[in-house]
């Protein structure tokens, strides 16, 4: 069965998509939190800020299933609209997805940016371990007189 503009009302579409556009507002705002806590190396304060991250995500899912009637017949509801409705709608789904690329976008930075700090710090530790190593090996050769620096001519 198909829906048409009278059996969904074009009014709920427009506060959906208004949700909609507000939760991604919100999901924008912690992205860029994200980013400053990942560029001023405070890690612990990111955990707090992807809970936050997965509780729009849940509501953004949520809003999904409330827009799918909507969906089922997008083209011929749409094009069913009134002109003041449409334009408002294509607004909201032009900002809508204005938002969505940049948060995909910088969650992809930062994941670069996570990524190639958890590289660094493997060199760090490896270089740390290898300091370990060889102060531990000069530790034991430290105690007994190596034949370089022995007396042997007695």
Request: proline content about 4%; glycine content about 8%; hydrophobic content about 45%.
């Amino acid at each position: 069965m198909t829906a048409h503009v009278g059996e969904l009302d074009p009014q709920r579409l427009l506060s959906l998509l208004g949700q909609q556009r507000d939760l991604y507002v919100k999901l924008r705002a912690l992205s860029d939190r994200q980013r400053t806590m990942i560029s001023s190396d405070r890690p612990e304060l990111l955990l707090a800020i992807l809970r936050e991250r997965q509780d729009l995500v849940a509501a953004l899912a949520r809003l999904n299933d409330e827009l799918a009637p909507f969906r089922r017949n997008w083209d011929g509801l749409y094009a069913a609209l009134p002109d003041p409705v449409r334009d408002q709608a294509s607004s909201l789904l032009q900002e809508i997805n204005g938002l969505l690329r940049v948060i995909l976008r910088t969650d992809q930075e930062d994941g670069a940016m996570l990524s190639a700090r958890k590289q660094a710090l493997a060199v760090d530790m490896a270089g740390v371990n290898g300091g370990q190593t060889a102060n531990a090996a000069y530790a034991r050769n430290a105690g007994a007189p190596s034949a370089a620096g022995a007396d042997l001519t007695g």
